[in-house]
């Protein structure tokens, strides 16, 4: 899934939430799509259609009907034993608090040109909703689901559904709703991300919709349509609101639909509860109104952990259609829907044994309060008598019609029946984000919108509202990627859940397996990206020292477009040539606007201390930043495609989620070790992208071999450097080390590029060393930790044997590991190297003028799209922070050679390390570091 998005600077949000009340009127002359198919005009077409839904609801009764037999005969074999009362979960609905919305910066906002504008209120003359003059003496919500969101996640794409969610709302509040909105969210469990991206959250607050995070289930197994389905049910939490109306993220209302939770809260001419039959199923899951009441919420939880307790006994499908979710439907008491009515008494419609099933059976059966709609008709069911019986109190006709929105047209299929042609569900292909972008900007152009441009248009007029529509890319639109959760529910999928729920002790969520069942616990964790800028040289007129630190104010952008929630920080070292100890000034407020802690390391004592391997062993600083928890240093000429917070979070996971220790172990968590490094071109470790734990006391440890093998370095002969020790340690069989291409050495030397250098002592500290490290190698992760190791009588350090005769040892290995993380894939590459775009040698932009990177680039050139994007940044960022027009960009264009050169080499690490002796091995101006 693409997380390219456009993210609003973080110190301040400008406006308050988008507020619609008072918008011009619109009529809406579309038609309707509904079903999985287009909607086909003509009476034989119709009929045609009506017979393959009867067709297949045959079909599906069939199955029923056959396993109906076997059932039976199961239930009279059985003992009839009492069921062990259902376990609830212990985490009701938690109220969220969004922790970024307090760190959201100012935004800008873009203006419109006068042709945009004229484009928008010509639409504006076509899509205004109606407006309904109600007077609501009730508090009412309109309540929405999400779930299966990772962020990022390359595998599905949630934003279709969250931005229809908006466009839902906009529609209503255009035509005069007051009820408020409310986003139920469940991030996926296949992912360590606790809330959705920061340009998310600060639309839905712009749009004044409430996000609440649902608890996450504890194990993808768990992780389907039929589960999300009973995540519904959790409005009844909603207890604030005297009725909450629920519609599936893909429904789109066309004008004000509170009439009908002010007619139920009024009590006289609807119940509490309000559903709706539709096409083959007497209760549909995507519209309905109930009363919430958070006792209620705890008995559904009781009935579907009953359910699904007796399920399991059952043979495979595991459902009693006779029975049902508790009741015997009677011949006098058939179910209906509007396209069969008089159906049958058994529970075989579409979505029976899933949300459409306990909908019907809670509504009519265990509140018996309920008022269901069927076209023009409202059925009254309650038990009002004296003996208590449920009944069919009333039927009424037409009712709707005289309350709803009167200045919307009838629509094929329902005609003039409120409120299905108030709304449009948007099932199966028909969702206006896999239809193509042009086609959506074209139809949104005609004097008739279709209801998918109508879609479009409320989306866009959103985004202009809430001053973000500049920063959305809406590259989810025509992606058909598929939900995390699939796409219906089936007896499959319900079967694995039910046995996998039993298996954990009918526990389902994260927060059912921690001791603090009843408090959020607290998220402690903080992380950094960490830039080194060396050699800088101010006011000297200097180029490169200047391109890599406004590259760095580009990434920092991007990331927190991105949604990225870690700090940024800049090691910066001015060069021993300069008398000044800062950056300019400017540079200085740049970056303390950016929110970009810069920390100052010591300047090397004169020029012989100042070359690429000097400056390469500072990155090394980054575990001294231990205020953090993790941190990923990345050269500054690195430009993040991707947030890359998801290689923090599966390094350092929330505490108490359930470990990998279970009988099934295909479907755990991906967890990487502390430290995290990737092989690249030729190296089994990149020095210019890795993740480290940071502490004090290994920073001190690192410095000591660095110097104990520069010392040793002097007693060999040039180029000082003995290929077979490396840093410390000779690999031998069966060890190896591996390069991204593939390439594995066996013959245990140190001979890949920056092997003397950072590239060097990166993989001798994190594999031998520490011994605990994820090397990532295209599409696998190998494991590496203390349990690999053994020490032999000489004290050297060798791989322990697994096995008694074994003699070939392989690491743990996870094969294509990362595939449900990160962007989507490009060019080949598979996550994370698809993620970031290393911009070496020539490939820098700032080495471009300004002119070239106007320029279009070819479509398939990544180099160049990547120099045009950085330079787009950049301005943005700039922008973002009033500095634009302070800036002189005369760093751009020139090629200077840095301070310190562009590679370590043998003859310059020789002079260094030959000066650094000179020195008492001491190579700084200042022994002490100085205070941040």
């Not at 007029?461 to 699939?486: C, E, H, M, S």
Request: hydrophobic share 35%; net charge neutral.
């Amino acid at each position: 899934m693409s997380f390219r998005n456009a993210y609003p600077p973080r110190k301040q949000v400008a406006g308050d939430g988008v507020s619609d009340a008072n918008s011009r009127r619109r009529s809406s002359s579309s038609s309707i799509f509904v079903g999985s198919s287009y909607l086909m005009k003509g009476k034989y077409l119709s009929m045609l259609f009506l017979l393959i839904n009867l067709l297949g609801l045959l079909q599906y009764r069939g199955v029923m009907n056959r396993t109906l037999r076997e059932i039976t005969m199961h239930n009279e074999s059985s003992n009839g034993h009492e069921r062990e009362s259902a376990g609830i979960p212990s985490q009701l609905l938690p109220r969220h608090t969004s922790s970024s919305s307090s760190n959201i910066s100012k935004t800008i906002l873009h203006s419109q040109n006068r042709e945009q504008q004229q484009q928008h209120n010509d639409i504006s003359r076509i899509a205004t909703s109606t407006k309904t003059n109600s007077t609501t003496s009730g508090k009412f919500a309109y309540a929405f689901l999400l779930g299966g969101a990772s962020s990022p996640m390359a595998s599905s794409d949630y934003r279709g559904e969250l931005y229809s969610v908006v466009a839902a709302a906009h529609s209503l509040r255009r035509s005069g709703s007051k009820a408020d909105m409310v986003l139920m969210v469940q991030m996926s469990s296949r992912t360590n991300f606790t809330g959705l991206p920061l340009l998310d959250e600060t639309i839905l607050y712009k749009m004044n919709i409430r996000i609440v995070y649902l608890p996450k289930f504890s194990d993808p197994k768990l992780e389907n349509f039929y589960a999300l389905m009973m995540e519904k049910f959790r409005i009844l939490l909603l207890d604030e609101y005297d009725r909450v109306m629920y519609l599936d993220a893909d429904v789109m209302p066309k004008c004000n639909l509170d009439y009908i939770m002010e007619m139920s809260y009024r009590g006289d001419l609807l119940k509490e509860n309000v559903i709706l039959a539709y096409r083959i199923e007497p209760a549909a899951g995507g519209f309905f109104v109930l009363k919430p009441n958070a006792s209620d919420y705890t008995k559904i939880v009781e009935i579907i952990t009953e359910t699904e307790r007796k399920s399991l006994e059952l043979p495979y499908p595991h459902w009693d259609p006779r029975v049902g979710w508790g009741h015997v439907i009677t011949a006098e008491d058939r179910w209906k829907s509007t396209h069969f009515i008089n159906n049958d008494t058994n529970w075989t419609w579409h979505g029976a044994t899933a949300d459409q099933g306990l909908l019907y059976y809670w509504t009519k059966y265990y509140k018996q309060s309920v008022s269901i709609i069927n076209r023009h008709e409202v059925e009254q069911w309650g038990a009002e008598t004296q003996n208590g019986d449920l009944q069919l109190l009333r039927t009424d006709s037409r009712t709707l019609m005289e309350h709803g929105c009167k200045r919307i047209r009838r629509v094929p299929t329902w005609g003039n029946a409120s409120p299905y042609k108030e709304f449009v569900h948007f099932t199966g292909p028909n969702k206006p984000w896999y239809r193509n972008r042009t086609f959506l900007e074209e139809s949104i152009q005609k004097d008739t919108i279709s209801e998918q441009g109508q879609w479009y248009w409320l989306l866009k007029d959103a985004l202009l509202k809430t001053g973000l529509y500049d920063q959305v890319p809406l590259d989810f639109i025509n992606i058909k990627t598929q939900p995390a959760v699939g796409r219906a529910p089936t007896f499959g999928q319900r079967t694995v859940y039910m046995r996998r729920k039993a298996q954990l002790g009918w526990k389902q969520y994260e927060n059912d397996f921690t001791t603090t069942q009843n408090e959020e616990s607290a998220d402690t964790r903080r992380w950094a990206y960490t830039f080194l800028l060396g050699g800088a040289r101010p006011k000297s007129g200097g180029t490169e020292w200047a391109g890599g630190l406004y590259s760095v104010v580009a990434a920092t952008h991007h990331l927190r477009k991105l949604g990225s929630r870690a700090d940024v920080v800049l090691l910066v070292q001015i060069t021993a040539k300069s008398p000044h100890q800062n950056l300019p000034e400017l540079e200085e407020e740049i970056l303390q606007k950016m929110d970009i802690k810069v920390v100052y390391i010591p300047k090397f004592a004169n020029s012989k201390m100042e070359c690429f391997y000097s400056l390469m062993m500072e990155k090394f600083r980054i575990l001294n930043l231990t205020e953090y928890s993790r941190v990923m240093y990345l050269d500054y000429d690195v430009m993040p495609t991707c947030n890359l917070d998801y290689l923090f979070d599966l390094s350092d996971p929330l505490p108490g989620l359930p470990s990998s220790n279970t009988d099934d172990t295909t479907n755990t968590t991906l967890r990487l070790k502390e430290n995290i490094i990737l092989s690249y071109q030729s190296e089994p470790s990149s020095g210019g992208i890795f993740v480290l734990k940071p502490n004090a006391t290994d920073f001190n440890h690192i410095q000591r071999i660095i110097h104990e093998k520069e010392v040793k370095s002097l007693e060999l002969p040039y180029p000082h450097f003995d290929h077979n020790v490396g840093w410390g340690h000779i690999i031998t069989k069966p060890d190896y080390w591996k390069d991204v291409r593939g390439h594995v050495n066996v013959n245990g030397n140190w001979t890949w590029y920056g092997v003397e250098a950072d590239q060097g002592l990166l993989y001798y500290w994190t594999k031998y060393v520490k011994k605990s490290v994820s090397i990532v190698t295209r599409a696998d992760v190998e494991q590496w930790d203390e349990d690999d190791w053994d020490i032999d009588a000489n004290g050297t350090l060798v791989l322990r044997q697994k096995q008694q005769y074994d003699q070939d040892f392989t690491p743990t290995i996870e094969k294509n590991a990362l595939k449900d993380y990160g962007c989507p894939v490009t060019h080949f590459l598979p996550v994370p190297y698809n993620d970031f775009f290393h911009m070496t040698g020539r490939a820098k932009p700032w080495y471009q003028k300004r002119a070239q990177l106007y320029t279009d680039c070819k479509d398939k050139d990544r180099q160049c799209n990547i120099q045009r994007k950085w330079y787009k940044l950049l301005n943005e960022a700039l922008v973002s922070i009033e500095m634009l027009d302070r800036v002189s960009w005369d760093f751009l264009g020139s090629r200077e050679s840095t301070q310190v050169g562009h590679a370590p080499s043998l003859e310059q690490i020789a002079h260094y390390i030959y000066a650094k002796k000179e020195r008492n091995w001491n190579q700084y101006e200042y022994k002490k570091e100085e205070s941040r």
